[in-house]
């Protein structure tokens, strides 16, 4: 079937190429034929190399039990970039060639999707199965793997790609010591799988403790309330709040949140993957004892660390909804402060506001409070009808204080009626408790006649 993806992923450049073909590398594991110290063989491959060394089994005697073709290291950056294959495209047709590799090759290693595939392809009369790999792209062990088992020679090619310097020293020091098993097709995605998902596992131990230390700053704790250094006054839970960094928690937060779900990706991918090789391991080659026992603690551990998983998503809910609480509680404090400055500005303008507007009223043309027909020396400074002028400014104080307090009392009416909060008057009367707010604690008083049996009474 004509793979109209593959052709056009082949087309592109920007796929290919990368660091000149340098920096790949093949590794072989011999069997008991061999000495023990030359069971393993690792070196370095130039690209014009390549092609030779695939070619070479067919006169070699005695034949390798485990090739591997492992990927000049790549450097990731970010979780999302693809980097391009360090070979060229003909060399990818002869490897996809030799080892008779499906179509999906090239598209399963240019993904940045966790993909678990078994493929057959029928060549000669001959049958060979295998397996594809990825583990999703991640900055560690961004592993790509296809093995597949030689029907005519029984030789296990492997092709392993995506992977960063220290984790290639990892994978080959694990195949140094397992060269008994190298006959089996398995060995390296069981060896790729386990690290990845041990890696993730440790990772979600360290958020935890990560998680811890939001905690404790924020005082959302296991055991805080039995803990005296978290028993604060409302003095001391203030300055706290203030040398809280919200903005420095925000960020945690997130990442944390994002870490946790790429963690349970990482665990399903995982839990696939294994589940997979048993599947075709049933077929192609069945696994040792070791390798089963293996498979099923490498399951415990994820289920494991997917309940802890769902444990620390929890928490860090609730520290979300803990810091956006601060956070509203600071706005909250702040908009308090000002609201008292503007009250004290407009009680300020409401003391002032009616004697001025009196004495502006009072000061036009058409006003004389001075007596007429006297002279300079016995003129009146203060008229006698200066008394009219406080009158009329008290007066208007008055009535713009009673005005104003008349306006929040209808507010607050209004507000409390949209509120339903009038239905607690209700509470009194069924049950003769009445609830009120004093001092930041909530305080309940009997209704008069009433003794505490009787409020019980059904």
């Not at 039990?65 to 979780?79: I, K, M, N, W």
Request: hydrophobic letters at 40%.
């Amino acid at each position: 079937m004509f793979d109209d993806y593959d052709a056009r992923l082949q087309q592109d450049p920007r796929y290919f190429g990368r660091g000149a073909g340098s920096g790949n590398e093949i590794i072989e594991v011999y069997g008991a034929e061999i000495a023990v110290k030359k069971r393993f063989r690792e070196e370095s491959i130039a690209e014009d190399q390549i092609v030779g060394w695939l070619n070479k089994y067919n006169a070699e005697i005695p034949k390798p039990l485990l090739r591997v073709f492992v990927c000049a290291p790549e450097q990731h950056t970010s979780d999302a970039e693809v980097i391009a294959l360090p070979f060229t495209r003909a060399t990818l047709q002869a490897i996809r060639n030799k080892w008779h590799l499906p179509s999906e090759f090239l598209r399963m290693l240019l993904s940045t999707m966790p993909i678990k595939s078994k493929f057959s392809v029928i060549h000669s009369g001959a049958k060979y199965d295998g397996i594809m790999l990825r583990g999703g792209r991640s900055k560690d062990w961004n592993y790509c793997v296809t093995t597949t088992k030689c029907p005519t020679t029984g030789i296990v090619n492997c092709f392993v790609h995506g992977l960063q310097a220290n984790e290639i020293v990892h994978v080959k020091r694990c195949l140094r010591e397992s060269t008994a098993y190298a006959n089996y097709a398995m060995l390296v995605p069981i060896i790729l799988v386990e690290w990845k998902i041990h890696h993730f596992a440790v990772l979600l131990e360290r958020r935890a403790q990560y998680l811890a230390a939001v905690e404790n700053e924020t005082g959302l704790i296991h055991g805080a309330a039995d803990d005296p250094n978290y028993r604060l006054s409302p003095q001391q839970r203030m300055a706290r709040l203030e040398e809280i960094n919200f903005d420095q928690i925000t960020l945690q937060l997130t990442g944390l949140v994002g870490t946790l779900y790429f963690c349970g990706m990482t665990f399903q991918s995982g839990l696939s993957s294994l589940e997979l090789i048993e599947e075709v391991s049933k077929t192609l080659q069945a696994l040792p004892d070791c390798f089963v026992r293996r498979i099923t603690y490498l399951k415990g551990l994820i289920a494991g660390a997917e309940d802890s998983k769902k444990l620390l998503e929890a928490r860090t809910q609730a520290q979300v909804d803990t810091v956006n609480t601060l956070i509203s509680q600071r706005h909250a404090e702040a908009a308090l402060k000002e609201t008292y400055v503007m009250r004290i500005v407009a009680i300020v303008t409401l003391v002032f506001l009616p004697a001025t507007a009196v004495a502006t009223m009072f000061s036009t043309s058409f006003w004389n409070w001075m007596p007429l027909g006297q002279d300079e020396k016995n003129h009146t400074v203060v008229s006698s009808w200066v008394w009219i002028y406080f009158l009329c400014s008290i007066l208007l104080s008055l009535a713009v204080y009673f005005f104003t307090y008349w306006m929040h009392r209808r507010q607050k009416e209004s507000r409390d009626k949209k509120l339903g909060w009038k239905k607690r008057a209700s509470v009194v009367r069924t049950t003769g408790v009445a609830v009120s707010w004093k001092g930041g604690r909530l305080l309940s008083k009997r209704a008069s006649g009433q003794s505490g049996a009787d409020l019980f009474q059904v």
